[in-house]
């Protein structure tokens, strides 16, 4: 795990308009991603809305079509390896998809997607109880963050 090494980001999601946009298995680890990024993103200010998808395969379809209606997405998923290279499959095209909507929009998008080999590797960053990390809060400050300084670089 990450962990060590994670900035301490002071962000301020004033004005600001974010979508969640997160897949739906893995209730227990999702729900925990979702409520924590609402509420950091709420607690900074921002006007916060979410868009459940089916899996994390999804995702980088909906940021695509919610990229030019707000200032910044969280993109959210749990996706836990098989036996199978499906793993491998949506992993990449997750990633490759959502850096692709980041890059040709210019909207920031807070990279909360889990790859884990394990369902307790993805607990471990969920931000429940007696999780080490949290992953929601991660992504939800990392987009507004970024925003911070793009908004400081080019008014």
């Known amino acids: 795990m990450a962990g060590s090494g994670t900035p301490h980001l002071t962000v301020d999601g004033r004005g600001r308009r ?8 893995h209730d227990l680890v999702m729900n925990s991603l ?19 998808v089916p899996g994390t395969f999804e995702l980088p379809v909906a940021c695509a079509r919610l990229a030019h209606h707000f200032d910044g997405l969280v993109a959210l998923g749990v996706v836990i390896r098989g036996g199978t290279p499906h793993f491998d499959y949506v992993c990449a095209g997750a990633t490759h ?6 890059t040709r929009t210019g909207t920031p998008v807070g990279f909360g997607v889990l790859t884990c080999d394990t369902e307790q590797q993805a607990l471990d960053r969920a931000g429940l109880p007696g999780s080490p990390e949290d992953k929601g809060r991660e992504a939800a400050e990392a987009v507004l963050a970024t925003l911070s300084a793009l908004t400081a670089a080019v008014p």
């Open 97 to 102: 998809g959502i850096v692709d909507v980041m």
């Open 34 to 52: 979702v409520t924590n990024a609402v509420t950091t993103l709420e607690r900074a200010g921002a006007t916060v809305t979410v868009v459940r």
């Open 18 to 25: 974010i979508a969640v946009v997160a897949s739906s298995w």
